[in-house]
C-alpha cells in the first residue's frame, strides 16, 4: 500500500486530460495508485453533467467518496448519484444577474449551470461548444422568461477573452465583492459568490473522509480557477502549459498536460521526488 498516504486532486481540462482528450498513461498510472492505497478525485469548474464525456464512467478513475464540482459549489457521488454539499445563488441575486446580462451584454452568449441541468436560451455558437460535453438529457433549452431563478450554481459568459474581460470589469463595478467573476479559461467567465472555488471543494471533501488527515493532499492545476486550490494543499502541482499565475503558486511544474501529467506525479512519488 504504498500509496495509502497520498490523496490527489486534479482539474480537469488542461491538467488531467490532453487536448480535451484522456490520456492513457494517466489512466494506467492511476490504476497503479489506486491499487497501491492512493486515493484520486477531480476538482473541475464542470458539472457533474458533463464529465462523462471527458473521461467515462468516472468510477474507473475515483475513489474518493466524491468529485468536486462547478469550482466548489457542491460534491458530486457518483456512486450513489447523490450531489450534496450545495452553494447556490440566491434568486434575487440570480435575477438581479440576469437583468444585468440582458441589460449591458446583449450581444454575449451566455448559460447557468444549474442543479438538474445545464440552461441557455439557445444551443449556438460557443455555448453549443459547451453544451455538446453534457449528457444529452441535462441539456436545457428554454426562453429566459421561463427560467427558475433558484437552482443555479453559477451563471457562464462565452466570448472572446477581449469581450469577456469587458464582462469582467463590468461585473467588478456593478457588484462589487457580492459575486467573483473568474477565467476558467479564455473563452469562458463564470460568476459565482465569493468563497465559492475549488479550495471550498477540497474542504467540503476533507469533511467526508474518515482519516484524511493521515494523507498528504497532491492537487494539480493549470488555470486561474485552480489556485486558490493549490494554495488549499499539501503539495501544489502544475503542467508545463500553466499559466503564469499558477506557476507561480506550484512546488513542481512538470511535464505538458498531452504527456500525462498524473502519471508524472504519480512517478515522482515513487521516486521520493514529490
Not at 491538467?15 to 494506467?28: D, M, S
Amino acid at each position: 500500500m504504498r500509496f495509502s498516504d497520498y490523496m490527489i486532486v486534479s482539474d480537469l481540462d488542461g491538467t488531467f486530460l490532453g487536448n480535451g482528450k484522456l490520456v492513457p498513461r494517466n489512466a494506467e498510472a492511476l490504476r497503479r495508485f489506486r491499487e497501491g492505497g492512493g486515493m484520486f478525485t477531480v476538482a473541475t469548474g464542470r458539472a457533474h453533467l458533463n464529465l462523462r464525456s471527458a473521461i467515462g464512467d468516472p468510477l474507473q478513475l475515483v475513489n474518493a467518496p466524491a468529485v468536486i464540482c462547478d469550482n466548489g459549489a457542491y460534491l458530486h457521488d457518483y456512486a450513489s448519484g447523490e450531489s450534496f454539499a450545495k452553494d447556490l445563488l440566491s434568486p434575487d441575486d440570480a435575477t438581479e444577474l440576469l437583468d444585468f446580462t440582458l441589460r449591458e451584454f446583449p450581444d454575449v452568449r451566455y448559460s447557468v449551470s444549474a442543479v438538474s441541468c445545464i440552461r441557455s436560451v439557445e444551443n449556438a455558437g460557443l455555448v453549443a461548444l459547451d453544451m455538446a460535453t453534457y449528457d444529452p438529457e441535462a441539456v436545457e433549452i428554454r426562453p429566459v422568461e421561463e427560467w427558475p431563478m433558484d437552482d443555479w450554481y453559477k451563471l457562464l459568459f462565452f466570448d472572446t477573452t477581449e469581450r469577456l474581460q469587458e464582462v469582467f470589469d463590468a461585473v467588478k463595478k456593478r457588484f462589487g465583492e457580492r459575486v467573483v467573476p473568474t477565467f476558467s479559461n479564455t473563452w469562458i467567465l463564470e460568476i459565482q459568490y465569493p468563497g465559492i472555488h475549488k479550495a471550498l471543494g477540497l474542504q467540503k471533501l476533507k469533511k467526508c473522509l474518515d482519516g484524511m488527515e493521515k494523507r498528504k493532499i497532491i492537487a494539480c492545476g493549470d488555470f486561474d480557477n485552480d489556485i486558490a486550490m493549490l494554495e488549499e494543499a499539501d503539495v501544489a502541482v502544475c503542467p508545463e502549459n500553466a499559466v503564469n499565475a499558477v506557476k507561480a503558486v506550484s512546488d513542481h511544474v512538470l511535464c505538458h498536460c498531452t504527456e500525462g501529467l498524473i502519471a508524472n506525479v504519480i512517478e515522482s512519488i515513487e521516486q521520493g521526488r514529490v
